[in-house]
């Protein structure tokens, strides 16, 4: 089953996107190949659903984490061995041999530097590989049976256990090869060990990965969440916290089956959109079985995320921002009503109408969405007299983020409190700025 998202959704909480300034990918992404990159963009687009799985993951990046090691491939070389390795080859060594010495021949007379690439390509895979080698049996020396990381070196020990390998150790990469010996290794591999040579650079990006995620998680003291299966609706984050933020304020957020909605009040600038990005960005990466800004985490599988922060009008379908808020509404509303274990973010339903419309609609959705208790919900408003109206439904666990008057200047906290704020510092604002002074 897969985790259930949309482009609404990712683009709320700038999850994804290689060139999106400020995204989460963006973050994260410290790999040193492209590989790892397109391996790191994979894990990005597909969160996992299985309580096992994530753990799995988790306690993989952790192993790597209390390790502190460096990636032992430089990027370049790296380069020069994908590119070798994926290039055509003649599948038979003869016709190979040929081809190989056309290039020669072709490199002594016209200046070609095909030959010399070629040169270039198998002295970089060998020098790859063979601390591939030394770097993976360092790991088992040091590592013994009992870790997670275990099975995936046993992997690779096969790999340079292959009979047809046994000539790398006699091998430096950096010297040029003899024109036979040459062409035999090219032959090798990017032929009769084609397969065997992709899965293991394969693990070399994964191994990429978990570097990489594994020192930026020590770095920022980031911690694993802990999954539990999806059965329950279970959600306890302590010192949760946004992960790109500097000094963020961490707050504690849970859900219960029994207490499945959050309705979130604060002023402008309180910091209510970004705990709801927070919380939405930490469930998402913690599906993943990525390190999350937070104490602490533990949390039931979910079936996917929704979120309505930052929702467009569409001028060219006619729609004004209030038709687009309802068909937001509307869209989530039909994932919901089909029994799907999910996680909703709306942050000021109903901004787009009027103040008697936007209490109506967001008193009735919100009561309707309590209802569905095998999922989990975070409303914000502005109305805080919705509020008022559902104290008395059990299911609505009330939390703000206050403001604190000094003066006229108002100072935010950034730290949830239970109950419903009643703070309205709109026209200080607008004072402050000297807006009514300009006209």
């Not at 999850?15 to 790892?36: D, E, M, Q």
């Not at 095909?114 to 970089?124: D, H, P, R, S, V």
Request: include cysteine; charge should be negative; charged fraction near 20%.
């Amino acid at each position: 089953m897969s985790f259930i998202t949309d482009k609404q959704t990712l683009e709320d909480m700038n999850l994804t996107g290689k060139y999106k300034p400020g995204s989460i990918f963006s973050f994260f992404n410290k790999v040193k190949t492209a590989g790892g990159e397109r391996l790191l963009e994979q894990l990005f687009n597909n969160p996992l659903t299985d309580a096992t799985e994530i753990n799995n993951r988790s306690s993989i990046f952790e192993y790597f984490e209390h390790k502190a090691l460096t990636f032992p491939f430089g990027r370049e070389q790296f380069e020069l061995m994908e590119n070798y390795l994926s290039s055509n080859a003649e599948r038979n060594l003869l016709f190979a041999g040929i081809g190989n010495f056309k290039k020669q021949v072709l490199g002594s007379i016209v200046r070609d530097d095909q030959y010399e690439t070629l040169q270039k390509g198998i002295g970089a895979t060998i020098t790859i590989l063979k601390t591939a080698s030394r770097f993976f049996k360092g790991l088992e020396d040091q590592s013994g049976i009992d870790h997670p990381y275990h099975q995936q070196i046993q992997i690779v020990k096969g790999v340079f256990n292959n009979k047809q390998l046994e000539w790398l150790s006699k091998e430096n990469g950096t010297q040029a090869i003899p024109f036979f010996k040459l062409t035999k290794y090219d032959h090798l591999l990017r032929h009769t060990l084609q397969r065997v040579l992709a899965e293991l650079i394969g693990m070399i990006y994964s191994l990429d990965v978990y570097i990489a995620v594994a020192n930026l998680a020590h770095a920022n003291g980031f911690t694993y969440a802990s999954a539990l299966p999806r059965e329950s609706n279970f959600v306890n984050a302590e010192g949760l916290a946004h992960p790109s933020l500097s000094n963020a304020v961490g707050n504690n957020i849970s859900f219960r089956q029994e207490s499945n909605v959050v309705f979130l009040t604060g002023a402008n600038m309180a910091g209510k959109s970004t705990l709801m990005k927070t919380f939405g960005i930490s469930l998402y990466l913690a599906h993943m079985g990525f390190p999350i800004a937070a104490k602490s985490m533990t949390f039931s599988v979910r079936g996917g995320i929704y979120s309505s922060i930052n929702v467009p009008d569409n001028l060219n379908m006619g729609l004004s921002h209030f038709y687009a808020e309802v068909l937001r509404v509307k869209k989530v509303a039909g994932e919901v009503s089909t029994g799907k274990d999910l996680v909703v973010i709306f942050d000021e339903l109903f901004k787009g109408t009027n103040v008697k419309d936007a209490y109506d609609a967001t008193l009735a959705v919100t009561a309707a969405f309590s209802e569905y208790t095998n999922c989990c919900f975070v409303i914000s408003t502005h109305i805080i007299e919705v509020g008022e109206a559902l104290k008395e439904n059990e299911q609505i666990q009330f939390l703000y983020l206050p403001t604190i008057m000094e003066g006229n200047k108002p100072r935010y906290t950034y730290s949830l409190e239970k109950g419903i704020t009643t703070d309205r510092q709109g026209m200080i604002i607008i004072e402050n700025e000297g807006i009514l002074d300009l006209l």
